[in-house]
């Protein structure tokens, strides 16, 4: 990252930081990116080849190394990225204005599902996928990949505190325990809609999911 300090004249000095990358260099890292992430979606971490990532991308072995020491890393930064992606994602959902509570979670499952349609129910969530794995990957990876999914619920916490406040769920719910059980359930629904390569896991969780916030609230009220 460069220098963000004003300076009044033209400094001859070296700028501290990594020096701005070329822009084919740039294209090289884009591409190893985007390869890892659609191999982590579809196939896991453990099927995963090095030389396989590099054909895909169309970038020669000593850019990879360039980059990640290892595959741990390489593995690493895909988390991050995934994880970043899919902030903005969720994000774009739940904090949606025009949308009440409980319809921006609505919103974040069909689009969640459209997405998945796109790809022909082919590509999961990478970050469940590790999960599945975590027996045969590194086990600095687990401490994050929990910290991933406790950001998630914290987030949908916070839409379903609206939704409570907002009279959408009985007062007595707990948001907190509701987005556990959201994120827990949706995942073995991602993973089995990938598994059929069908969208009715997704559709029949969220059905269930949201029909149970409704029956609660009508047989408390």
């Excluded at 190893?32 to 020669?60: C, F, K, N, Q, W």
């Excluded at 995934?82 to 904090?95: A, I, K, P, Q, T």
């Amino acid at each position: 990252m460069r220098s963000t300090s004003d300076q009044t004249e033209p400094s001859t000095e070296r700028r501290r930081g990594r020096p701005r990358r070329a822009p084919a260099d740039a294209e090289a890292h884009r591409r190893l990116m985007r390869s890892g992430l659609v191999h982590l979606t579809e196939t896991g971490y453990s099927a995963i080849a090095i030389d396989e990532i590099l054909r895909h991308a169309g970038v020669p072995k000593g850019s990879f190394y360039h980059y990640f020491r290892t595959k741990q890393a390489f593995g690493a930064a895909l988390i991050e990225a995934y994880h970043g992606y899919f902030v903005e994602r969720l994000d774009r959902s739940l904090l949606d204005p025009t949308l009440g509570p409980l319809d921006r979670l609505r919103h974040f499952t069909k689009k969640a599902e459209e997405g998945m349609a796109r790809h022909d129910f082919r590509r999961g969530c990478l970050v469940g996928n590790l999960g599945q794995e975590m027996g045969t990957l590194p086990e600095a990876y687990r401490a994050r990949l929990i910290a991933i999914f406790e950001d998630w619920q914290a987030r949908t916490t916070r839409c379903l505190e609206e939704a409570r406040a907002a009279g959408e769920i009985a007062p007595h719910h707990d948001p907190a325990a509701l987005a556990t059980y959201f994120w827990i359930g949706w995942e073995g629904a991602v993973l089995r809609a990938k598994l059929e390569r069908r969208a009715e896991p997704l559709r029949l969780f969220a059905d269930l999911f949201f029909r149970h916030l409704a029956t609660r609230e009508a047989r408390d009220g």
